[in-house]
């Protein structure tokens, strides 16, 4: 039944009906009417941040973590500029977001009055600004729907204040769910499935949306009925278990020997990912002509887009791998088995090679001052509680910060997922606030953490209880190490700069735990190894969040 209402209070109310409990946000005037109403609505949780990257990084952290929309309110054009970066990311990788801004009068239209919608377009769903009251509604319907729909991603939808102090009849009624989980064509499974049998050296490499499609058993399945080496793309979720006996960790065509493997291997199978994407440019074709790319993906237009594809499929994660399986099982001779078992005796062999070696090429520096990442991580690993939840935007370390934490399913391991840095922070925060019952500790490059140190206030206002663990090298080690690779393996010259890259280190150092304790936030700085566990035990055990700034080197 409909009935008289202001566009400001059925907004609220649509996000009632919706099932939102949090509202991550930075207000500015043209959102004051949004903000005088939320008193009258005590069911909702506004999380006031200082800067609208970090309200971006904690609605995606949180939509990510609770498979659900997150709900995002930025300033006009400008905090909604500021958040275009991290809503760029979410519709490149997937995630569920509704984010909104207030606009001026409709009337000043021969003042300067920004097209908010066409601001956000490129890095949206769907965009839609509003000028009328009665509006609201069915927009904000449309807009769950849109952000929680194959492909899922952010929408944004825009209120001019006419809309918003506005009067007229609504209907407040939510949005459904859409079941968009499809099935793959069964004659392209079948020539998968010979492809697969066929091979020698076949290879699985996983994406975030077997994780986002719920696909990690069987993805875990396939590998050990075929005996498949297996790495993750990006990892921001966990796809496949890190501890299990044929995992390698990520890929990457950055590393020499990422693109080694893909030499090595007659068949690659790639599940839930935009295959051979990566920073730099390594050729038009990565395969090479005697290596098959099958590829397996939810998303319209990914598959084959970048890489010649030998068979390329469209389809939900799950259901696409179990056809597979189904396609695959009565298939299997004994000659065939056998065949399998030795290839998964010797995959098993090299992964354990592989782990076996990075500890020994860390040995000799173990105890060096300042202490080395390897140190820092084991460290780190070892102290933190069994049902913790790490976040990795440890940046530079990533490989060395993903030998020492282990994640098994979905959850227990989440990355920022930005081409850019500074998420880490906000991504801390936001998946505290959708896993209440368990620690969370975020590690974060100390470049990274300097773009949204603000988001520490934001803990403290709130008393979000987690623990950012900041890897202090004093740099941007990312940009040494990136243009390192660059001069070496892409342009091919015989030495590099990147080690003294001008404009990437910070001579002046940052004392973040310093800056911490002025935000409210306990602070502690860490230059012993040994001082990491007992600090990690006082963190937990205060239930407050801590920063724990430790000193590393960052040489490479």
């Not at 005037?29 to 006031?48: H, K, N, R, V, W």
């Not at 899922?152 to 939808?157: A, E, I, L």
């Not at 979720?237 to 950055?254: A, D, K, W």
């Not at 070892?382 to 990533?398: H, L």
Request: hydrophobic share 40%; proline share 6%.
């Amino acid at each position: 039944m409909s009935q008289m209402m202001t566009g400001k209070q059925a907004l609220l109310e649509m996000l009632k009906v919706e099932g939102v409990k949090h509202i991550f946000g930075n207000p500015g005037t043209s959102e004051a009417p949004i903000i005088d109403m939320l008193g009258d609505y005590p069911e909702f949780q506004y999380f006031l941040t200082l800067q609208e990257s970090v309200a971006m990084g904690m609605g995606e952290a949180y939509a990510r973590a609770t498979e659900k929309p997150s709900f995002v309110s930025l300033h006009v054009d400008s905090g909604l500029a500021n958040g275009i970066a991290i809503m760029l990311d979410a519709l490149n990788t997937g995630t569920p977001m509704v984010v909104t801004s207030a606009n001026y009068d409709a009337r000043k239209i021969n003042e300067t009055k920004t097209d908010l919608a066409e601001l956000v377009r490129p890095a949206t769903k769907w965009s839609v600004e509003l000028n009328l009251p009665d509006q609201i509604p069915s927009a904000i319907r449309r807009a769950f729907i849109e952000a929680n729909s194959h492909p899922k991603g952010p929408v944004y939808v825009g209120f001019t204040a006419n809309a918003l102090e506005g009067e007229a009849e609504m209907n407040i009624v939510p949005s459904s769910k859409v079941h968009d989980a499809y099935r793959p064509d069964l004659q392209a499974i079948g020539e998968a499935a010979s492809l697969l049998l066929a091979a020698k050296q076949p290879m699985l490499i996983v994406g975030d949306r077997v994780s986002e499609d719920h696909a990690n058993d069987q993805a875990v399945e396939l590998a050990e009925l075929l005996g498949l080496p297996v790495y993750q793309s990006r990892g921001a979720e966990v796809s496949f278990p890190t501890t299990h006996p044929q995992f390698f960790g990520n890929h990457t065509l950055r590393v020499a020997r990422g693109r080694e493997v893909l030499e090595e291997m007659d068949l690659v199978l790639a599940v839930g990912m935009d295959a051979m994407d990566e920073l730099f440019y390594w050729g038009d074709i990565i395969l090479g002509p005697n290596t098959k790319l099958i590829h397996i993906d939810p998303i319209p237009g990914r598959v084959g887009r970048s890489e010649p594809t030998d068979v390329g499929i469209i389809s939900h994660c799950r259901l696409g791998l179990e056809d597979l399986l189904a396609a695959i099982k009565p298939q299997l001779t004994p000659a065939l088995e056998r065949e399998i078992e030795a290839r998964k005796a010797e995959v098993t062999a090299e992964a354990a090679a592989k782990r076996k070696a990075f500890d020994d090429s860390v040995a000799a520096k173990w105890d060096q001052k300042p202490m080395t990442p390897a140190r820092m991580m084991s460290e780190l690993a070892d102290a933190i509680p069994d049902n913790a939840i790490v976040v990795d935007d440890s940046i530079s370390n990533r490989a060395t910060m993903r030998h020492y934490f282990q994640g098994q399913k979905r959850g227990d391991l989440r990355a920022f997922r930005g081409q850019s840095i500074g998420g880490g922070i906000g991504t801390t925060m936001g998946t505290q606030v959708a896993n209440p019952g368990r620690p969370v500790f975020g590690i974060i490059g100390d470049g990274s953490a300097m773009m949204t140190i603000q988001g520490l206030w934001t803990a403290a206002n709130d008393n979000i209880p987690c623990i950012f663990v900041i890897c202090n090298n004093g740099m941007y080690r990312v940009l040494k190490v990136n243009f390192d690779v660059y001069q070496r393996d892409v342009l091919h010259q015989e030495e590099s700069a990147g080690a003294n890259l001008p404009y990437s280190d910070f001579p002046t150092p940052f004392d973040v735990a310093a800056i911490a304790s002025s935000m409210g936030v306990h602070g502690e700085r860490i230059t012993d190894p040994a001082e990491i566990a007992p600090a990690v035990q006082r963190a937990v055990a205060s239930g407050k969040p801590a920063v724990l700034d430790i000193v590393i080197d960052g040489s490479f």
